[in-house]
Every structure is written in C-alpha cells, then in structure tokens.
C-alpha cells in the first residue's frame, strides 16, 4: 500500500520569501512521486515528477523538490514566492507496479493551501 | 497541448436524480480517470478506465458508475444522487505507456455538483 502525507494544510509565506511545502511517502517499494498544483476553479496541473532518474527534480514556475529516501520525503521548495504562486498543492505517489487492471493508480495527499502576503 | 474538457463547470441537482457528468479527452489517451475531491480529504479515485468498455473500481466507488462507449469520452452517472455526493468531480485522462514516467495524468476543470 502506499500513501502520502502533507503536513500543515495551509501556509502562508511572504512575496519574496521561501516557499517550503512539506510531503512524506509512505510506500513498500520505490516510489514515484508527482507535485502537482490547482489554481482557483481550475483542474489539477503537473509541476515536476520523480521517477528515480535524479533526486532533485525540477519543474515548471521555478519550482523544485529533492526525493529524500532516508527521510521518505519529497518536499516542495521555491527560492522565492510570487502573488501568483498562490494555488493549492497536492504530493502524489505511485507505485512502481502495474496494478493489473492497464494504469498505475495515484494517491493523492489531502493538500496544503499557500497563501501569498504582499 | 492536451486537452481534457467537462461538460458543465456547475451544476445543481434534486436528491434522487440521475446524474451524468461528461469527460472528454483530445490526445487519444487509453486511460481515463474520475476523481471526487473534498476539502480536507484531498483527491480520491472513483472509477479508471484502460480502454473502452473497460472499467475497474477506484477507493471509493459506491454511489457511481460509468460508461466509456468511445476512447475520447468517459462518463460517470450518479444513478440516485445524495447530499453526501455534494462534491468537485475531476475528469484526468493518461497515456498508457506502462511506466508512470510516461503515465502524466492531464486533469480537465472540474464541474462542481450540488445536490439538494
């Protein structure tokens, strides 16, 4: 089985200032692990994936996250927050197995609001 | 780019209604996906698709069904809908490349139900 964990369901960071969203996998096998971000009233878009070619992934509007084996974690950073970062975050994992029925199937965190202070 | 559309962005629907939310895909992508997403209970799968007329449950399939009579379309009816069934409904479509590298899902909209 696998799942992920997303710790604080709401951040706040100020324009400028390190963005640090927090995920932790819990899965029996190497994991593949995706980020991906929903604007208000928007459907859900792909910012980086870890599919075990590297350990620091980097992905779209600066944003980039290190897959941690030790720690079991794949932590989301940006250097440095826009207003237009403002947006929900969902970590995802998927096992590195078919799950017999034709796809691999993704579970999905419950998510961390990130508000942007001017 | 792909492109994943639903067929209504809101809709608000009587207790004991049959309900069909429509999902079409434009990148002749085998898999198909319907998601239910909650505050506080992030994204959770009610049905997937590998290819038409196939279908397997996902974690949370009571209440729903599907249909998928054409590749680029997926379906999911609420045959008798519920308060409870009150929710974002998300429409993903993928590749079926074996290889969750490959295996990107590309999410439509949503369409928000309410049901009275």
């Known amino acids: 089985a696998q799942s992920v964990t997303q710790l604080g369901s709401h951040v706040s960071v100020s324009e400028g200032a390190l963005v640090l969203l927090r995920c932790n996998y819990s899965?029996?096998?190497?994991?593949?692990l995706f980020w991906y971000v929903q604007y208000p009233n928007q459907g859900l878009q792909l910012l980086l994936k870890?599919?075990?070619?590297?350990?620091l992934v980097k992905g779209i509007n600066g944003f980039e996250a290190e897959f941690k084996k030790s720690e079991t974690s794949f932590h989301l950073t940006k250097p440095s927050a826009h207003m237009s970062d403002a947006a929900e975050y969902f970590c995802?994992?998927?096992?590195?197995?078919?799950?017999?029925?034709?796809?691999?199937?993704?579970?999905f965190g419950k998510g961390t609001k990130l508000s942007v202070i001017p | 780019d792909v492109k994943v559309t639903q067929s209504s962005r809101y809709l608000v629907k009587r207790t004991g209604e049959k309900v069909f939310l429509e999902c079409v895909q434009d990148?002749?992508?085998?898999?198909m996906f319907w998601y239910r997403q909650d505050p506080g209970l992030g994204l959770r799968l009610i049905y997937f698709?590998?290819?038409?007329?196939?279908?397997e449950k996902g974690d949370i399939p009571e209440g729903y069904s599907v249909s998928r009579e054409k590749k680029e379309r997926f379906s999911l009816i609420l045959e008798s809908a519920s308060t409870n069934q009150t929710s974002m409904y998300l429409c993903?479509?993928?590749?079926?490349?074996?290889?969750?590298?490959?295996?990107?899902?590309?999410f439509g909209p949503g369409t928000r139900l309410l049901v009275l």
């Open positions: 993903a479509s993928s590749e079926l490349g074996r290889d969750p590298a490959v295996e990107t899902q590309y």
């Open positions: 899965s029996s096998v190497p994991p593949y």
């Open positions: 870890y599919t075990s070619a590297a350990t």
């Open positions: 995802a994992v998927t096992l590195g197995l078919y799950s017999g029925a034709g796809s691999y199937q993704l579970t």
């Open positions: 990148m002749d992508h085998e898999n």
């Open positions: 698709s590998y290819d038409v007329k196939m279908k």
